[in-house]
């Protein structure tokens, strides 16, 4: 069986930036699987999935424009901190949930901190971040009416996965 749209795919995968440093692995985390056609990963290892069987692997880099964007330098904004809860502490690097101006949630990161300004991102952290997978396919299923109805896989036990 190939990948192609509507299947259910396991793999095996590291991902790294391009100074070989590790951003990610399915390793010691069980299986990550996706439905592919579901837009469940990033465009570009989609497409170089596309047609391999089980047990093939694939190295593929995929440029920015193919994985989570180029950086959007006008989702950096400066908010004031009585925006956040009462009391709450704020850390560079701690991510809230926020409405976007078109009423979408989007997860913000705390880039900086200047008095009571809170200056966030709402970049993906890999925008801009060009991503090299090194990708083994573990299995390669039909997905079911349900999977389709839902738009992504359910697990080996039909549960909801958290990938």
């Keep these: ?35 592919h056609g579901a837009r469940n990963i990033v465009p570009g290892l989609e497409s170089a999935l596309e047609g391999k069987t089980a047990g093939e692997e694939v190295s593929v880099s995929v440029q920015p424009e193919e994985g989570y964007g180029e950086r959007d330098n006008d ?18 690097g701690m991510q809230f949930h926020a ?6 949630m989007m997860i913000v990161t705390v880039v900086e901190l200047e008095g009571d300004d809170v200056i966030v991102d709402g970049n993906h952290p890999l925008a801009g971040v060009p991503l090299n997978f090194d990708v083994k396919v573990v299995d390669i299923r039909d997905a079911s009416a349900e999977e389709l ?15």
Excluded: W
């Design 99 to 104: 409405q976007s101006p078109e009423g979408e």
């Design 75 to 92: 989702l950096l904004q400066t908010v004031p901190k009585d925006m956040f809860e009462e009391g709450a502490e704020i850390n560079v």
């Design 149 to 163: 109805e839902h738009g992504h896989a359910h697990g080996a036990d039909g549960e909801h996965q958290d990938h």
């Design 1 to 35: 069986m190939q990948i192609a749209d509507q299947k259910v795919v396991t793999l095996d995968y590291s991902l790294k930036d391009n100074e070989g440093k590790l951003i990610d692995s399915s390793e010691g985390r069980g299986d990550f699987v996706y439905l």
